[in-house]
């Protein structure tokens, strides 16, 4: 079993960045597909990005303005987010699922993933 701690959330203004990174433990995250979800207050959790058999996937109000990036020797995931958004603001969750075993139409579907952080909170506010 994986364990999942993201950092690096915080307080931003619009148009800044910031660069979240998720560290697993326990195994090693190459045996995992990885992924960023957020939830806003009153809201479901939604799909960010994630990285699948070496391809990415973006949610479109993020594209080009996220990237997804893994660091297997750290046994980390990273999102670097740009041009940040106040509609951006939310806890951001880090998500896995055994490599494998996620067809790509489910990637988008929080349920589907196995494994999560405890989130990290982004607030893009002037």
């Known amino acids: 079993q994986v364990q999942l701690v993201e950092s690096g959330g915080g307080l931003v203004q619009p148009g800044g960045s910031l660069r979240l990174s998720c560290a697993a433990s326990?195994?090693?995250?190459?045996?995992?597909?990885s992924g960023w979800f957020r939830q806003a207050p009153g809201k479901e959790r939604e799909f960010v990005a994630a990285h699948r058999r070496g391809s990415t996937y973006y949610s479109d109000s993020v594209k080009g303005r996220f990237s997804i990036s893994r660091d297997s020797a750290k046994s980390t995931v990273y999102l670097q987010m740009n041009s940040l958004k106040p509609e951006d603001t939310a806890v951001y969750y880090c998500?896995?699922?055994?490599?494998?075993?996620?067809?790509?139409?489910?990637?988008?579907?929080?349920?589907?993933?196995?494994?999560w952080g405890q989130g990290t909170q982004v607030t893009v506010s002037s």
């Open positions: 998500a896995a699922h055994p490599r494998g075993r996620l067809i790509q139409s489910s990637i988008p579907v929080a349920t589907a993933w196995s494994y």
């Open positions: 326990g195994r090693t995250l190459d045996n995992y597909d």
